[in-house]
């Protein structure tokens, strides 16, 4: 087994040319083995998981084996130095758990059948550099359309990013117990309906696959307006969701959708510091300061966007990115590309039927066509149920009144939305534009 | 002798690992009730727990069963019987019906040309 390098070999900076005293090399060893160890965690978790629960046969024991693995090697590395690919470890050492468990149990034949049909090879001892990556295969189970909502994105953050249940329930504003229930409720589905652990064929994949980019936009929405509580942006959430979206375009580079998501995630996350001044207080896009605006993800995200739109295969994702493309590279709000926004809307209508599409594109009508038109366009809105309760329908409502200077109008058409915002950034902007009129 | 389908319905989520003692005892004793009324059980299916169900409503697909409510499916048989009277005696004495419910339903055959 080479699994266990020498110390020597290791290229950890503190591994340096320098020979320190004995004592002091340990402290340094178990020091980088730690930050080894957390590193791998975040970079490595899906795949060692991915891995182990093909031999595990059911996620609570390959959950269990991979945190073990993890424990073994704060030790091990400590002890030994961390491996070349610390990755190709944990994977052999939580495999190798899992195998034990299963010989103990002596029920290896009944359980195995539950994920994938068991490979002889792989019966043997597994193979550490021949681990083969089931990312993909985890990703597509944890967001099973079989599963609900709302459990597909605390699985897919439980199981693939290696989130712990009380992180996920923080998030998410449950409590812990509310949310372990949900993540066993659906973990005990995927066993017990036999849920295949596999990637979706040819046939199913573009509708499986919009599956999985609904759960990582929901995952990167929800941090990026907190649909409640005190800060507008949760940043762990949205770092979740690039993270998640970097793996899928590696994993599918020939998906234009994945990129379009990726593009869509970096365009819009590029104006995160300018979304609040100082105070915490919501700026709308005209007021946020342009130069504040990350360049890099803009110019990483129009790339992505010119990308997915060269394929021909032009999906809901890769058209909400240009438009996004379109605010981040325009020199100010009124010198913005109005007209090809809206544009793309009606693109973006065409493949997505949405009233939250047809809402926004009503904004961007409002300043080709006037607040009269937009307002047109919003009225008929209103009568759609699917927007009850959709709080920016009487804030977008507002605004246009007030730009047409129906001071009375736009006043109730702020309190109603206030009445539906939940989010106390939100909550304070609207309660200001209100006290401007009244 | 007619066949019906005897729908087993429980509380929600139905979970046969839940059955007390009790009823696990009166579960034994049940054929014999049956073959005692002149019926019987042909075939018989418990299901696992509501929550592992997956409904299909056109080409939309959730989680749970197809049609929420408090009592679920748990379970069905399929018994045969002389006639239906004789099919509702057999089923009152279903301990499924002490908490639950049960609905017999003859099985379909298809008319003669």
Not at chain 1, 34 to 59: C, K, P
């Amino acid at each position: 087994m080479s699994d266990r390098q020498p110390a020597a070999v290791t290229s950890t900076p503190e591994a340096g040319d320098a020979a320190p005293a004995e004592h002091a090399g340990a402290a340094a060893h178990g020091a980088a083995a730690e930050r080894a160890v957390v590193e791998a965690h975040r970079r490595e978790w899906a795949f060692v998981l991915a891995a182990t629960a093909r031999v595990a046969g059911d996620f609570d024991l390959a959950e269990e084996c991979v945190q073990e693995a993890y424990v073994a090697a704060l030790g091990a590395w400590a002890r030994d130095g961390v491996p070349d690919k610390p990755g190709a470890w944990l994977t052999a050492t939580a495999r190798r758990k899992a195998f034990d468990v299963l010989r103990r149990r002596q029920v290896f034949r009944s359980k195995l059948p539950l994920l994938v049909e068991p490979d002889e090879a792989e019966m043997d001892e597994p193979d550490e550099d021949a681990v083969p990556d089931d990312r993909l295969r985890l990703v597509f189970t944890c967001c099973h359309p079989a599963i609900a909502r709302e459990a597909q994105v605390a699985l897919t953050l439980r199981l693939v990013c290696g989130v712990s249940t009380g992180d996920i329930a923080r998030s998410f504003l449950v409590s812990e117990p509310t949310m372990a229930a949900r993540v066993t409720r659906a973990k005990k589905k995927i066993s017990a309906a036999r849920i295949p652990y596999r990637v979706p064929e040819a046939a199913e994949l573009p509708e499986r696959l919009d599956a999985v980019l609904t759960v990582v936009h929901l995952l990167y929405t929800t941090g990026h307006t907190a649909p409640s509580g005190a800060d507008l942006v949760r940043a762990d959430l949205v770092e979740r969701a690039l993270h998640l979206t970097r793996m899928l375009l590696a994993l599918m580079p020939d998906e234009p959708e994945v990129r379009g998501l990726l593009a869509l995630l970096l365009l819009t996350d590029a104006r995160r510091a300018t979304r609040t001044d100082a105070e915490g207080r919501l700026l709308r896009l005209a007021e946020q300061d342009r130069s504040a605006w990350d360049r890099t993800a803009i110019g990483e995200g129009r790339r992505l966007v010119l990308d997915a739109f060269r394929t021909g295969r032009v999906g809901r994702y890769a058209l909400q990115a240009a438009i996004a493309s379109l605010h981040a590279l325009a020199p100010s709000y009124a010198a913005t590309d109005w007209p090809q926004i809206v544009q793309l809307y009606d693109a973006l209508l065409t493949r997505w039927p949405s009233p939250v599409v047809a809402l926004n594109r009503a904004v961007a009508v409002s300043t080709v066509a006037g607040p009269a038109a937009a307002l047109a366009d919003v009225d008929a809105l209103a009568q759609d149920p699917r927007l009850a309760g959709y709080h920016y329908l009487p804030a977008v409502r507002a605004d246009l009144l007030r730009q047409l200077n129906r001071p009375t109008e736009a006043a109730q058409a702020y309190r109603a939305a206030l009445e539906l915002a939940d989010n106390d950034a939100e909550r304070e902007f609207l309660t200001t534009r209100l006290a401007e009129l009244t | 002798m007619a066949q019906y389908a005897v729908l087993v319905y429980s509380p929600a989520p139905a979970d046969p690992m839940d059955l007390t003692p009790d009823y696990v005892a009166l579960l034994e004793r049940y054929p014999a009730q049956v073959a005692e009324l002149g019926g019987q059980i042909v075939t018989g299916f418990a299901l696992q727990p509501s929550t592992t169900a997956t409904a299909v409503h056109g080409d939309i697909v959730t989680d749970g069963p197809f049609i929420e409510a408090k009592e679920v499916v748990a379970g069905f048989y399929v018994l045969e019987a002389p006639d239906l009277d004789v099919a509702l005696k057999i089923a009152k004495l279903n301990p499924a019906t002490i908490h639950g419910g049960v609905e017999v339903r003859p099985l379909f055959t298809p008319p003669a040309e």
